[in-house]
């Protein structure tokens, strides 16, 4: 589905599989954003070749977060000449040779850059990265102030947040993290599970929903 130009997204609705939502920025670079389940891959790549991306086109994989839902995908890109980036601090959480915790190590490869806090520009396409730590300890959102669209893996979603009971997880951080994100000025809230929200005025009261709902709780 195009929601802006050059931007697509593509939203998972299963009812009985989890699996991510992932999202293509289509311009002077391809950047895929979250691929999903390894076993999943199959459903997005059906989804580009329908608007005419193949996987070898991919520029870049950018990950929010190392949980396996957003992760698994990249060993479908090992062969390419596709790059892939993850914060240093959710790469800790699976490489294979530090203290990896059972079953997150989803057999991908060492990121070939990591994703810290400023300006990220790929062949001009000029991104965002705000560490949102609390569902994991690394999960990062990303901005992109051109389409004023903000991707926020599992961080907020439409009247929710992540859960933060998986390793590294803390409700406190996450909270913060959560009000830092409501300050951004966007038309576009993109989010790693459910549907996206338009509209500013729309994501400011679902910002102000989440954390009526649900800040007692965590």
């Given amino acids: 589905m195009k929601v802006a130009d050059g931007l697509y997204a593509f939203v998972w609705t299963s009812i009985t599989e989890n699996n991510c939502n992932s999202y293509l920025i289509d311009g002077p670079a391809k950047i895929l954003i979250d691929p999903g389940h390894f076993r999943l891959f199959d459903y997005l790549e059906s989804r580009l070749k329908a608007v005419r991306i193949e996987v070898p086109d991919i520029d870049l994989v950018l990950v929010t977060h190392a949980h396996p839902d957003h992760l698994e995908a990249v060993r479908r890109f090992q062969n390419h000449r596709t790059l892939f980036a993850l914060s240093a601090e959710d790469w800790r959480l699976?490489?294979?040779?530090?203290?990896?915790?059972?079953?997150?190590?989803?057999?991908?490869?060492?990121?070939?850059?990591?994703?810290?806090?400023?300006?990220?520009n790929i062949n001009g396409i000029r991104l965002k990265i705000i560490p949102a730590p609390g569902h994991s300890p690394g999960s990062v959102a990303i901005y992109w102030p051109d389409r004023k669209a903000l991707f926020t893996g599992d961080v907020i979603f439409r009247d929710g947040l992540g859960r933060t009971d998986l390793p590294g997880g803390n409700g406190s951080v996450l909270k913060r993290s959560i009000k830092e994100l409501s300050s951004i000025d966007c038309e576009l809230l993109l989010p790693g599970h459910m549907e996206i929200i338009k509209g500013s005025a729309e994501?400011?009261?679902?910002?102000?929903?989440v954390e009526e709902l649900w800040f007692r709780y965590i």
């Fill in 94 to 120: 699976i490489e294979p040779t530090g203290d990896q915790l059972k079953g997150y190590n989803a057999g991908a490869r060492p990121p070939d850059f990591f994703l810290g806090p400023g300006d990220l």
């Fill in 203 to 209: 994501i400011k009261e679902n910002f102000r929903r």
